[in-house]
């Protein structure tokens, strides 16, 4: 039995913003009514406003706490009539978590607790922190289903397989370089524009960018996007730190469990039988310095985040070994097993490009000098798909299929044979017309965007290694089986 | 055991894949058609505006139905020639314990679904190949890229008979 925990803090963001349209429209009345106050005073109206909304929300969010018991949850809410309410475990018919957009910047979630009565909200926690709402809906559905009465609370003394200390923590966060607060900005204009409180049409119009571009000098220019990037890194870390501050990664009886979070402490374990591929990450630099991330892939996660699960987020590889030999995953093999990629496998990637550049190229000299920066842009695309192809092998162990591949950021990933949800062959006309072929093994909880495809392999050996993984998968199966 | 003859198709090797059914190849004539039916209308409604005085283009010295004519050739060339070969490029077998689809005409593929990994079955009928008496057996799978693989170009009592066929052996892997 936990500890009675309040809603996440950036709960209290959602909360402001909800009832900032009414304090504003409440302003813009007061404004129509005393026009001639000036506008410090509509202004100051505005702040207070915007100041008691808020104070609303906070008290709401203080005096809302929700306790997560052995078989129940209780939820305690109300400024001046205080409410309780019980919701036993084998009461509850559904347990949903929702994203809104905000609560996806903010990495939170809703968790509806749903009983099957007739009240609209039985059980709303909005918002608490993701990886909270997953740990709650696994508790309630492992208490639900009856699976035992062993202790979800972490016993106090599980193996330490890694952690990061606070020096490493900001060192990693400078590997965070993000610029959602750009993203963040703009959405919060559109949310005022949609309200008529801004009109960004007028802000942003071309007579005003190109005035603006004549004034502004190159030194100016420049000192600005130094200001851009030197706010990206100052986000990046502020994320790393709110994420990861106090990272443990322990061995649990069933999987590894990992702590992590700075205002909101979250709490996953990642259950070893659920666990259907792994890899390993590293971007141009990080890689470089020598560091890397590892995460697995389970089952039965949010489709949109594909399932990831970050075992340590920026570990020496002799760290990650550990970590994987206790998932029994095998680690990578030497570099020389992995198989490289045949050359037509270039021509296939880079063609279309350097096609599109020549004709560029052609257009630029013959007809429109401006075509140069668009055959310019082909060419760099040419080149990225060099690199795409230099980096992408792959090898076939007794233990697993081994794909690795990416330009900037680097993945190798880890595919036992018997996680093959199917084994798939693609061959688009210009791979048959060179003979080659695209073998992609289907897991559960990949992602949709960034698969472990083994792109443009020789078609015969294509065909070889499908069959093989085939007979791979069976084999894997029924060792796991004689294992268990 | 089918040969396929055609070049293209043994890119990826046919081994012994069943064709579809028949119906299937007027099924993908049905779909063909369909396809260039929006640009009939298109050209139609262009060599209209030619020959007319008002539109977009007056003036125009083109011969009355030159651009439906060739569009018409077009479609009937496509509605002749492509649905024999995507036919023909589609092809299935049943394995032990897993099925193997071949499909796909401008992109080729193969797939092999373990009977173990199906998680549920449908069967689905549009209104054209009902007409024809098929069915498409749609596997689906807890994978992502193909998390629902289908069969087509199946008679609708053979879908029924392979759908109850690999739901035994799912079964069988629950014992």
């Known amino acids: 039995v936990s500890e009675a925990r309040r809603l996440h803090p950036a709960s209290l963001i959602g909360r402001s913003l909800k009832v900032l349209p009414q304090t504003l429209a409440g302003g813009a009345g007061y404004a129509a009514v005393i026009a001639r106050e000036g506008f410090g005073r509509i202004l100051l109206f505005a702040l207070i406003a915007a100041g008691i909304g808020f104070a609303v929300a906070l008290l709401g969010w203080w005096r809302f706490r929700y306790t997560v018991g052995a078989n129940e949850i209780l939820i305690e809410r109300g400024l001046v009539h205080r409410q309780r309410r019980v919701i036993p475990f084998d009461r509850v018919q559904d347990i949903s978590i929702e994203r809104p957009l905000l609560a996806r910047l903010l990495g939170t979630a809703r968790v509806k607790v749903e009983t099957g009565g007739s009240g609209a909200d039985e059980g709303t926690l909005d918002m608490i922190g993701l990886a909270d709402a997953h740990a709650l809906r696994d508790h309630i559905r492992h208490r639900h289903s009856g699976a035992g009465s062993a202790a979800v609370e972490a016993p106090p003394e599980e193996p330490l397989l890694f952690a990061m200390d606070l020096p490493r923590l900001l060192f990693s966060g400078l590997f965070g370089f993000s610029l959602i607060f750009l993203a963040a900005i703009f959405a919060l204009l559109q949310y005022l524009d949609q309200f008529a409180i801004v009109d960004l049409s007028s802000w942003f119009t071309p007579e005003r960018a190109e005035r603006a571009g004549a004034l502004v000098s190159i030194p100016a220019r420049l000192g600005f996007a130094g200001l851009l990037v030197l706010l990206g890194l100052l986000a990046g870390m502020a994320r790393t730190v709110a994420r990861d501050f106090g990272f443990r990664l322990t061995l649990a009886r069933n999987g590894l469990r990992r702590r992590r979070g700075l205002f909101t402490l979250t709490e996953a374990v990642i259950p070893v039988r659920r666990i259907q591929a792994a890899w390993i990450e590293g971007g141009l630099i990080m890689r470089r310095l020598g560091w890397h991330a590892l995460s697995f892939q389970t089952l039965g996660t949010d489709q949109r985040q594909g399932g990831a699960q970050v075992a340590a987020p920026f570990a020496r590889l002799a760290e990650i070994a550990p970590i994987v030999a206790a998932t029994a995953f095998p680690m990578s093999p030497p570099r020389e097993s992995f198989r490289t990629m045949p050359r037509r496998g270039l021509l296939r990637r880079a063609f279309p490009w350097l096609l599109l550049g020549l004709i560029g190229s052609v257009a630029a000299l013959a007809v429109e000098p401006r075509a140069g920066a668009v055959s310019a842009l082909m060419y760099l695309f040419g080149l990225v798909a060099l690199l795409r192809w230099r980096s992408h092998r792959w090898a076939l162990t007794a233990e697993a299929l081994f794909v690795s591949g990416g330009f900037l950021n680097r993945r190798l990933w880890v595919i036992p044979f018997d996680m093959a949800q199917s084994i798939s062959l693609a061959q688009g006309p210009l791979q048959r017309r060179l003979g080659l072929s695209s073998l992609l093994v289907d897991t559960a909880g990949a992602s949709l965007f960034r698969a472990p495809e083994i792109v443009d392999l020789d078609e015969k050996d294509a065909n070889v290694l499908h069959r093989q993984l085939l007979e791979l998968f069976y084999s894997a199966r029924i060792e796991r089986r004689l294992a268990a | ?175």
């Open chain 2, 1 to 175: 055991v089918e040969e396929t003859g055609s070049a293209q198709t043994q890119a990826l090797p046919a081994a012994d894949y069943r064709p579809l059914q028949p119906g299937q190849l007027s099924v993908f004539r049905v779909r063909t058609a369909l396809f260039f039916l929006p640009l009939a209308l298109l050209t139609a409604q262009f060599d209209y505006w030619a020959s007319h005085e008002v539109g977009p283009l007056r003036g125009t010295e083109l011969p009355f139905g030159i651009m439906s004519g060739a569009a018409f050739l077009l479609a009937l060339a496509a509605c002749l020639f492509l649905p024999p070969r995507r036919y023909r490029a589609w092809g299935y077998r049943e394995g032990e314990d897993e099925l193997h689809i071949r499909h796909g005409l401008m992109f080729r593929g193969r797939i092999v679904v373990p009977f173990v990994r199906v998680q549920h079955l449908d069967i689905a009928q549009g209104p054209v190949e009902r007409r024809f008496g098929l069915a498409r057996l749609i596997l689906h799978t807890a994978g992502t890229r193909s998390a629902a693989i289908p069969l087509p170009g199946l008679a609708h009592k053979d879908a029924e008979e392979l759908r109850d066929r690999i739901r035994a052996q799912m079964r069988k892997d629950l014992l």
